[in-house]
């Protein structure tokens, strides 16, 4: 099916355009700070226009991290909610994909997908940087193609 | 018929709506250009050459989006205060000593006019915080008018002086008469300075970005603000920039000529503004709004009038 100029455009400026909040949900602080060393000269993710945002209401992709615990729950699923759609959900880290080295704890639910949709997992512990680029890149093809 | 045309041209083409918006774009992309560059990064790069449509593609993203009204906000005020401040602004832009329409909107007095449209931005900061209703739109309103009672005194002061030097309160007379006295920009060195930093505080950025310290308060007044709504305050931003960078120059640094010549200096004068402007945040750390007025009124509010006095010395002793 083709897609009309306007949805193209559209689709041109949100993929080139992807502002990323970033959510702790109780992981250790490792794959934060990777998620940070993005952003560094050393890979710069600005080159591709991905910013870093402050505020839910301004951002297209949530970049979460961390096992999801029974306090954050709540808390990630309204940051989700305030989010504008068309939007992303990225689970940055083991933690993030499936509990990791938590799940089955007491107070742990297994991973992000156990509260918000998750579209991308990227596993390590902490993540690499270049995990994170290349985990975005193969969404973007993702978008492009569906 | 051409006069009708060339207001046309003046409203929509240059300097007016498109032009305008096209200059602010290009001004975001070279502020985040410079900005990167000087933390040694490479800035956008992929969207059209060396990333130039990236403000375009942003805007274009946010115009898309999902456009988000809060349930507790005040629902008519929400809404209109972006459109409220990028009209503020807008209006600013056609006031420059440029184009067709100069002819016609250009009056004794026109420099207060100016710098009350881009004051105006700064109020509808503060009514957007405190109508969306959310804690951070609160704070980040009611420090962005503590900061105007800092910064707006001294800033005033300084664009002030040019006036007093020319003997003119017109835009259009002001740059005429610097222009063809060059050395007026060295006997208000110190009021430029103050005026740049004074435009600095009253576009929000580093080091006066206290009102929207991502860190503190999340984005501060537009918090709450998504979608078209936050595209509209972007560009009122970015237009500010511009509009703000080109009074600056008009005033300044002996306006913008006649003739075909006006584009070409526009350009340089402005970008030129822009680039202090860029680099000024990029050097310097967030100041703390105690700091900032501590600043302003130690240091930037005496140096103004240090400067008034200057000038009204050269005015008696006839020198100027």
Redesign the interface.
Same mark, same amino acid.
């Given at each position: 099916m083709k897609k009309s100029v306007i949805a193209r455009i559209k689709e041109w400026a949100r993929l080139n355009s992807l502002w990323v909040l970033h959510f702790n949900s109780g992981a250790c602080n490792g794959c934060d700070i990777e998620i940070l060393d993005a952003l560094t000269p050393r890979y710069d993710v600005e080159r591709f226009g991905i910013r870093l945002k402050a505020s839910p209401r301004h951002a297209d992709v949530l970049l979460a991290s961390g096992p999801v615990n029974h306090q954050s729950a709540a808390r990630l699923k309204r940051i989700y909610d305030q989010m504008p759609d068309p939007k992303i959900v990225i689970a940055v880290g083991t933690c993030a994909c499936s509990g990791g080295v938590f799940r089955g704890c007491y107070n742990i639910h297994s991973g992000i997908d156990s509260a918000v949709p998750v579209d991308a997992y990227i596993t390590g512990c902490p993540v690499k940087p270049e995990a994170i680029i290349d985990a975005v890149a193969k969404l973007i093809n993702k978008v492009k193609a569906a | 018929m051409n006069e009708t045309l060339q207001v046309l041209f003046s409203l929509f083409i240059f300097p007016g709506l498109f032009g305008m918006v096209a200059l602010a774009l290009l001004a975001d992309w070279v502020d985040?250009k410079v900005y990167?560059r000087v933390?040694?990064? #490479? %800035?956008?790069?992929? *969207?059209g050459k060396a990333?130039i /449509?990236?403000p375009?593609?942003? #805007? $274009?993203?946010l115009l898309?989006? =999902?456009? $988000?009204t809060p349930g507790e906000s005040s629902k008519f005020m929400f809404n209109f205060l972006p459109l409220a401040a990028f009209a503020a602004v807008m209006s600013a832009a056609l006031l420059l000593p440029i184009g067709f329409l100069n002819a016609y909107n250009s009056f004794p007095g026109d420099l207060l006019i100016m710098l009350y449209l881009l004051g105006l931005p700064t109020i509808v900061y503060f009514l957007a915080g405190w109508h969306s209703h959310s804690y951070?739109g609160i704070f980040g309103g009611v420090r962005a008018v503590t900061q105007l009672f800092a910064y707006e005194v001294p800033f005033l002061l300084a664009v002030l002086t040019p006036a007093l030097l020319t003997g003119s309160w017109q835009l259009s007379e002001i740059s005429r008469l610097s222009a063809s006295h060059p050395l007026y920009l060295l006997a208000h060195l110190l009021a430029f300075t103050v005026a740049i930093l004074g435009l600095q505080a009253k576009l929000e950025r580093v080091p006066f970005d206290i009102p929207e310290a =991502? *860190?503190e308060i999340? %984005?501060g007044p537009? *918090? =709450?603000?998504? %979608?078209r709504k /936050?595209a509209v305050l972007h560009l009122t931003h970015e237009l500010m920039f511009v509009v703000g960078s080109a009074t600056l120059a008009s005033i300044f640094l002996g306006g913008f000529g006649s003739g075909l010549w006006q584009f070409p200096l526009f350009l340089v004068k402005t970008f030129a503004i822009i680039f202090i402007l860029s680099l000024m945040r990029a050097a310097a750390a967030r100041m703390r709004i105690d700091q900032l007025i501590e600043f302003s009124w130690k240091y930037l509010a005496p140096m103004s009038c240090l400067q008034f006095l200057f000038i009204i010395v050269l005015k008696v002793l006839e020198i100027a």
């Open positions: - | 985040r990167a933390q040694q990064r #490479v %800035g956008p790069m992929y *969207t990333g /449509l990236q375009l593609a942003d #805007v $274009i993203k898309s989006k =999902e456009d $988000i951070f =991502e *860190t999340v %984005g537009t *918090t =709450e603000y998504s %979608g /936050l």
